[in-house]
């Protein structure tokens, strides 16, 4: 039988409205509210949490819960399970993350919504299992092969964990395209206060779904239903449309298109202008004095929070400085980052790898100010003395 | 107000679970941000393990103790590896039968946390007591509120005996600020 | 309730519109597994909107295209993985997974393993033509030994899968193996298995003239289809010759492939036990707030 979502339950699965947990946790709950009725994964550090979370809970709320027998087969059966019209995601960490590359591109090839929660831990290889870092932010743009947009939140607290997760599905289902939460093994394994939020706060979004005439219905094209939407109707699995998805390229009907260049340029074209079009509208950023700013802050995630005791040092010692925090990392907020770059002598990039983000961001400033990186690795994440220097530095 | 707190033991000690109930009595049960991080070797069970809280009435950045105000020992490996951030003002309580070398040229508070736990037939408590006594010894927090937490955190059938373990913890707390006064 | 009486009926009824013509070759065992699958779903009369197909890559993984039906064209070596998923979502689905050997014993093998372990209810039609067919003739992991493959130009040197002894030992519930050069068993054995709960695996052997006989000197496709006459037998045959056959007649068979029914069992597949886990949870949820009360 097929699930169907019942707040009532979840709420009472969920438990109490205010709640001291881990980041991880907070993943499930966000997962859960969002309506996700199946999860597949694979045990991996510091991303099991996010799994036993989900295995305890969702045979109680009527989703399903495999534990898979490896990463490839869990996004393998997440994205299997949203062609049978559930909301599915997976959680995992850099190796397990790596491995799930090539299924990553096949969702976006086959406009599969799902999403897929990394908490993040240092690499390469298996790296320090326990601990956090960010090093996986380009590889969640870049890692699989052939041409396609990524959608990334990336939390800095508990709260943001449950919040970007529940965000996550809506942009996934919007767009019918993976959508990441990029957490780490510092905000993952992190307990704080989180605020469920009411039924009625609750904003989801669910994937259009396709309900033309059967023989007018075309898969793989513009919406038929919502004007000037590059995003096609989802003809759910079992619904009748009896489709046919393939990661090959393929023309409108979903037939193979493989040596056909026009079909391919069409198809590309479309499933990635559906989020860049968008792009003005994905921007979600938190600003901190940026009004008078001369240098700037732009981080991310975890790194965010020494950034800002950074930050907050150095307006104590009558230094200008402000920060921009992304919440969504992917797409890059171009537009944000070229203003700050004509307003500020100086963006500094905190995150905890040698210098990923950095690299698009310098792309959006476009020259207009100097960029620097401030790594840090190893596994901690960067003392807010660490940050603060880089503000000093000449 | 900020303080960083630090529970140190061996892995099952329940030290990660004692930072939780105190994390969760200030951010839950009390309107302070909080914030629980833990660290621990590869071993479920056995070597030094550690949970750190910081509560603060603001936002809290940076998420880990920069200095410790204070902090809870229950085993001596732990007292050995994690006292080096200490300053001379922080507030340390040891268990004297787990942690014997306490000697460090100051006076500390001591708690017999696991006598007590023992006297009230199960040496599981001692986290519980020792969350009692860090309640009563650093003032921080509502009694009621880290009472509650204890409830809310550990499994029903246990109740009563962790309400025991609490009360008899907040009260070995009380006379160990009595006896270094 | 068969209305269906001729191929050109069937292929009407179960053929999707516009993909025809196929990509397999001439002499090719593909097409005939998928007409045997039709035949076997007309005989039971599903409802095709509730029947979907996922496969990998591969030749056999091209099958989904020709039907007309929902079908998930996945990753090499993944559909099993990716169909579980498509059943989790909803059980009332028959769900069919098309593989060929490569896909499924080589690159999913994994895959393959714990699906059948778990017992997730699907049927796995693995078409077994010995070779890598559709990118050139690379060596497959059921390649006999001796045989040839671009990657083995010498002769191969490992040892075959048997892909049905695996799913036996892994306890699926139906297991079979069949040449495609005759019909009626196989007919028969797809139906057995798309009925049976839990995991079905069914091999069909099948010829690959282009990329396997060609290189293998095995003759015209004739004499290539011929081959699976020649060197298989029915396990009831296989087992009596190795109880009281002579010397001779051991040595004549122990090296023919073995086909029949391998195994055909009832054990709970996984979701009906994971329905049994959450009415469970259910009850003792009831209790415990009766309890309250």
């Known amino acids: 039988m097929k699930y169907k979502r019942d707040p009532k339950r979840i709420r009472q699965v969920l438990g109490k409205k205010v709640q001291f947990i881990l980041g991880d946790m907070a993943c499930v709950y966000g997962g859960l509210l969002a309506g996700c009725s199946f999860f597949g994964g694979y045990p991996i550090t510091p991303a099991s949490e996010v799994a036993e979370g989900m295995a305890r809970r969702l045979p109680r709320v009527g989703g399903t819960y495999i534990q898979m027998e490896d990463e490839i087969g869990s996004i393998a059966a997440v994205i299997g399970a949203a062609w049978g019209g559930a909301k599915s995601m997976t959680a995992t960490s850099g190796p397990g993350f790596s491995l799930m590359m090539e299924n990553y591109g096949f969702a976006a090839m086959t406009e599969t919504p799902c999403v897929i929660v990394n908490v993040q831990r240092t690499g390469p290889s298996t790296g320090q299992p326990t601990l956090g870092a960010q090093g996986d932010m380009m590889q969640a743009r870049w890692g699989t092969h052939g041409d396609f947009e990524a959608i990334a939140f990336a939390p800095s607290t508990v709260q943001e964990c449950m919040d970007f997760t529940i965000e996550a599905f809506n942009l996934s289902e919007k767009y019918r395209n993976p959508a990441l939460v990029m957490t780490d093994g510092e905000v993952g394994h992190l307990r704080e206060r989180i605020i469920i939020p009411e039924e009625k706060d609750l904003k989801l979004i669910d994937r259009v779904e396709a309900t033309i005439d059967k023989k007018k219905f075309i898969p793989f094209t513009n919406s038929q239903t919502r004007k000037n939407c590059k995003v096609p109707d989802f003809p759910t699995f079992g619904t009748g449309y009896r489709t046919y998805v393939t990661g090959l390229t393929h023309n409108e009907k979903g037939f193979p298109a493989t040596d056909k260049q026009p079909d391919h340029e069409r198809l590309v074209k479309r499933i990635t202008e559906k989020i860049i079009d968008d792009a003005d509208k994905l921007v979600s950023v938190e600003k901190f004095n940026l009004d008078d700013a001369e240098i700037a802050f732009v981080t991310y995630g975890a790194s965010a929070r020494p950034t800002e005791s950074a930050m907050e040092m150095g307006r104590k010692n009558g230094i200008k400085v402000g920060m921009l925090r992304l919440k969504i990392v992917w797409p890059v907020p171009e537009k944000e980052v070229h203003k700050l770059a004509k307003q500020v002598d100086k963006i500094i990039v905190p995150e905890m790898n040698l210098g990923q983000m950095v690299h698009p961001i310098r792309e959006a400033a476009n020259g207009n100010c100097e960029v620097i990186c401030a790594p840090k690795i190893g596994g901690e994440i960067h003392y807010p003395d660490e940050v603060y220097k880089y503000l000093e530095a000449k | 107000m900020k303080k960083e707190i630090r529970i140190c033991g061996f892995g099952g000690q329940g030290v990660i679970l004692a930072g939780f109930i105190i994390g969760k009595a200030a951010s839950v049960f009390e309107n302070y941000h909080a914030v629980q991080s833990q660290s621990y070797g590869p071993e479920a069970r056995g070597g030094a393990a550690r949970s750190e809280i910081i509560i603060s009435d603001k936002k809290i950045g940076y998420p880990r103790p920069l200095s410790v105000d204070i902090l809870l020992a229950m085993s001596q490996e732990s007292f050995d590896s994690y006292r080096d951030d200490i300053r001379d003002d922080t507030v340390i309580v040891v268990d004297p039968d787990l942690v014997k070398k306490h000697e460090i040229g100051r006076p500390l508070y001591k708690v017999q946390a696991l006598k007590i736990a023992e006297e009230l037939g199960n040496k599981i408590v001692t986290n519980i007591v020792m969350v009692g006594a860090f309640t009563s010894i650093s003032g921080l927090l509502k009694p009621e509120a880290v009472k509650e937490s204890v409830i809310d955190s550990v499994p029903k059938r246990f109740t009563e005996l962790n309400i025991k373990a609490f009360e008899r913890g907040f009260e070995a707390g009380k006379n160990a600020l009595k006896d270094l006064r | ?293």
Not at chain 3, 23 to 51: P, R, S
Not at chain 3, 73 to 97: E, L, M, Q, S, Y
Not at chain 3, 108 to 135: E, K, Q, S
Not at chain 3, 268 to 283: A, H, I, N, S, T
């Open chain 3, 1 to 293: 309730m068969v209305e269906v009486k001729t191929a050109e009926e069937l292929n009407k009824k179960f053929l999707r519109e516009g993909m025809w013509p196929t990509i397999f070759c001439n002499g090719c065992g593909h097409g005939v597994v998928l007409e045997y699958t039709f035949w076997a779903l007309e005989e039971l009369g599903w409802d095709m909107d509730k029947t979907m197909f996922a496969s990998g890559i591969g030749c056999s993984s091209r099958l989904p295209g020709y039907i007309n039906a929902d079908g998930l064209h996945t990753t090499h070596g993944r559909a099993i993985a990716f169909a579980t998923g498509i059943k989790a979502a909803d059980p009332d689905f028959n769900v069919i997974v098309f593989t060929g050997d490569g896909d499924c014993a080589g690159i999913g093998g994994n895959h393959f393993i714990h699906a059948a372990r778990r017992n997730i209810d699907m049927t796995v039609i693995m078409i077994n033509n010995f070779i890598y067919g559709m990118t050139g003739g690379q060596l497959a992991p059921t390649a006999p030994l001796g045989s040839i493959a671009t990657t083995a130009p010498y002769g191969n040197i490992e040892h075959p899968f048997d892909i049905c002894e695996l799913a036996k030992a892994l306890g699926a519930n139906y297991v079979a193996r069949w040449p495609v050069s005759h019909p009626y068993q196989p007919i028969k054995s797809i139906k057995e298995g798309l009925q049976k709960k839990g995991f079905s695996l069914l091999e069909f052997l099948a010829p690959c003239p282009t990329a396997y006989g060609r290189r293998n000197k095995l003759g015209d496709i004739k004499k290539h289809w011929a081959w699976y006459d020649d060197n298989t037998i029915l396990i009831e045959d296989y087992d009596k010759i190795m109880k009281y056959g002579s010397v001779k007649e051991k040595e004549e068979v122990k090296d023919k492939m073995q086909i029949g029914v391998f195994q055909d069992i009832q054990k709970p597949g996984f979701f009906e036990l994971y329905d049994q886990l959450m009415e469970r949870l259910k009850v003792e949820e009831n209790k415990k707030r009766e309890g309250k009360k």
